[in-house]
């Protein structure tokens, strides 16, 4: 659970005013349920995923890209640093297979050390544990039947379905009981000639996501089932997976209820043009385009939706309109909280061709111009719950008490306060200036720098 502390005050004046600690219950707990279009947690709060991809896992490396130069715990806590709830962690079928060991980790000064000598499926083991103590949730992504490239249909000639299923099964046994892992995506953009309704078995996806939505909760049914659309819709095509339309007339039955979470993908002209940015009402146009391929389902209270895919160069002006028109499309959180559009922006990784990344490409330096587009629809992040769940969190915690500043410089102010209890322990603060994210740490001090003298500033613990 989260507390809340406010302080307001002046750079290299003094502290103008402050609030009362109040205590706050952080949504997350437990396992995801849906409940018309919102996902509530185990607790019954609504909880928004507002997360990033880290790709790797689905390409002949077999692990996140990036571990050549730093450390995965250094990057995790970056990640949560930097404001983001939730990592979508593609793979490939080809982890499964025996013997495939991840390539390019840097072993060098400490980096990884726990990392060595591990299978693919052994690292992303790891993955999740931390992500899960530092309170980051994950969406695993079944992206492509093997690392040699994407397919339209969930099966190939060398990967059959019933692979695809077997290995579904494989990975949601192997995160049951542990709620840091909230679901499996089934397949990463089906795509023409797949089908949604045509009732054809060997391209109707809404079919096969069926079969596979039952074989992950047939071992886990806890789990959430992330299904994407497809290409096209009685002739009406979009992005690969973006395609929803026929999701109200034929939807997606599984054994267990309250588990199907729909997903789209956009892109803007940095992937792929597409009639609507050249329509002379761009981007007017753009909302009534996204409410038809899917926003209706969760404008028409049908079930929640997430964007599981979006990003952009912003090299052009029609990408930035874009970006800064789909941001407002999902729902500021500071408005509606949980009852908004989820999304994972594509991506962390620099070495996207398509999109670049949050990060430079230096592996280190968050492109801020980038990640500012998201401010509005970032959420705060879950409770650490790595594992198989441990003692169960029953009590809300005590809220930090005598929030302070210790000492100011031109361009930085320090915070302290006094700890927080609970009946698990409190493991960490997230610090936030404004609605924005700034760190995370375990001690009861922050130092935030750089900062403008004689501007105020309002924070929260």
């Known amino acids: 659970m989260g507390v809340v502390a406010a302080i307001l005050l002046a750079l290299l004046v003094a502290v103008t005013g402050t609030a009362p600690a109040r205590a706050a219950g952080t949504a997350g707990a437990g396992y995801w349920h849906t ?21 790797g896992f689905e390409t002949d490396n077999h692990v996140v890209h990036g571990l050549w130069s730093r450390d995965y715990k250094n990057m995790l806590d970056q990640i949560a640093a930097t404001g983001y709830n939730t990592l979508r962690i593609p793979y490939s079928d080809d982890i499964f297979k025996s013997g495939t060991m991840p390539s390019s980790i840097d072993f060098s000064s400490g980096k990884n050390a726990d990392l060595q000598g591990l299978n693919s499926l052994q690292v992303l083991d790891k993955i ?7 309170g980051l949730k994950v969406i695993l992504d079944r992206h492509r039947p093997d690392s040699s490239g994407q397919s339209a249909l969930w ?11 077997a290995n579904l099964k494989s990975m949601a046994s192997r995160y049951a009981n542990n709620p840091t892992v909230v679901g499996i995506d089934l397949h990463n953009e089906p795509h023409d000639p797949a089908c949604w309704g045509c009732g054809d078995t060997t391209v109707d996806w809404r079919l096969a996501a069926q079969r596979g939505g039952n074989a992950v909760l047939s071992v886990n049914p806890d789990m959430l089932i992330f299904v994407e659309g497809v290409q096209t819709y009685n002739g009406d095509s979009t992005w690969w997976g973006g395609n929803l339309e026929g999701a109200g007339t034929y939807p997606v039955q599984l054994d267990v209820a309250n588990r199907v979470v729909y997903s789209a993908h ?4 940095s992937v792929s043009n597409q009639p609507w940015f050249s329509d002379p009402s761009f981007p007017s146009n753009m909302p009534g385009i996204w409410d038809k391929h ?20 912003l090299q052009s002006t029609t990408d930035q309109t874009w970006l800064k028109a789909l941001v407002a499309y999902l729902r500021p959180t500071s408005q509606y909280g949980g009852d908004s559009f989820q999304w994972t922006f594509w991506c962390w990784n620099p070495d996207s061709g398509d999109t670049g990344g949050i990060l430079k490409d230096d592996w280190q330096t968050v492109d801020t111009a980038k990640d500012g587009y998201l401010a509005s629809v970032k959420a705060p992040g879950f409770g650490s719950g790595g594992g198989g769940g441990g003692t169960t969190d029953t009590t809300a ?8 500043v210790s000492g100011t410089t031109a361009s930085s102010v ?22 924005t994210k700034v760190g995370s740490t375990t001690s009861t001090s922050y130092t935030d720098s750089g900062l403008s003298a004689s501007t105020a500033y309002s924070y929260t613990v």
């Open 397 to 404: 915690p005590t809220a930090p008490t005598g929030l302070a």
């Open 266 to 269: 956009d892109y803007a002209t």
């Open 155 to 165: 099966y190939t000639s060398s990967v059959p379905e019933s692979t695809w299923l």
């Open 294 to 313: 899917w926003g209706y389902l969760f404008k028409n209270n049908i079930a929640p939706v997430w964007v599981g895919e979006f990003g952009t160069t």
């Open 128 to 134: 999740v544990d931390y992500s899960g103590q530092i």
């Open 35 to 55: 409940s018309g279009r919102q996902i509530l947690d185990a607790n019954g709060n609504s909880v928004r995923i507002a997360g990033i991809n880290w790709f």
């Open 414 to 435: 320090s915070l302290k306060w006094s700890a927080s209890t609970d009946n698990v322990g409190v493991t960490g603060y997230d610090v936030y200036r404004g609605s």
